[in-house]
């Protein structure tokens, strides 16, 4: 379900507020200064936050600006005025929509709606990535998922060559011989046959180069080795 706050700090309009929104399904808790707002706003989980202009202690723009910092929720500016509509857009303050006292519930209802679901969908197809990503160009290391994707398309890579590519793309511009990156990513210098390299570096051009004999991205330095290019 989702969690709406409401900072206002006229009572009977913060109660109506709460009662058609509580109708509609959500779960709503009023905060009636500046202060106890923001601070609800910030270390509570909130869906969206319905924020009034005027308010004691600190105003709504001031409120508005410092959830921002913190947080990417949706906020819906309300006031009594008019003129501070152009206000609150010319300071850039990052409220998802305004309103002007006196409204009708069900428009507010709608409204907070309609900014719940885009929030959602935004969310939802740009999901703000915990993984450790590596991205050069059109390729895209999901070092945590262990996943390639080559211009958004996912390539399969074998332990080696995940390895050995994404060692390559996190120090770009730097060549290294085939000890070298034997060294780093086999690991097993004495045993070991350097041609391996070779090999891994052919099947990984494979997969993410468009024409492997002219490689845009891991580049032969002749007899030294090779660089991953920026
Ligand atoms: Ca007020």
Do not use: Q
């Not at 709503?28 to 500046?34: A, L, M, R, T």
């Not at 070092?143 to 793309?169: C, I, M, N, Q, S």
Request: aromatic share 8%; proline share 3%; hydrophobic share 40%.
């Amino acid at each position: 379900m989702s969690k709406i706050l409401i900072v206002e700090d006229e009572s009977a309009i913060a109660d109506l507020e709460r009662d058609y929104l509580e109708l509609s399904g959500f779960e709503v808790d009023i905060e009636n200064s500046g202060i106890s707002g923001l601070d609800a706003a910030i270390h509570k989980d909130y869906n969206l936050v319905v924020l009034d202009l005027m308010l004691p202690e600190m105003d709504g723009y001031e409120v508005c600006r410092r959830i921002r910092e913190e947080k990417d929720i949706p906020i819906l500016m309300v006031s009594a005025k008019k003129d501070d509509i152009d206000k609150i857009r010319g300071l850039g303050l990052g409220a998802d929509d305004y309103m002007t006292k006196p409204f009708s519930p069900s428009e507010l209802v709608a409204r907070v709606k309609a900014h719940l679901a885009r929030y959602e969908r935004l969310v939802g197809t740009n999901p703000k990535s915990i993984n450790d990503i590596v991205e050069i160009r059109g390729i895209r290391i999901d070092k945590t998922a262990r996943r390639v994707y080559v211009d958004g398309e996912e390539k399969v890579f074998t332990t080696k060559e995940f390895d050995l590519l994404t060692f390559l793309a996190e120090n770009p511009n730097h060549v290294f011989t085939k000890e070298e990156l034997f060294r780093e990513i086999w690991d097993m210098e004495s045993i070991g046959d350097i041609a391996t390299v070779t090999v891994h570096i052919k099947k990984i051009r494979e997969k993410i180069e468009k024409n492997s004999t002219k490689p845009e991205y891991i580049e032969t330095i002749w007899g030294v080795g090779y660089r991953f290019k920026v």
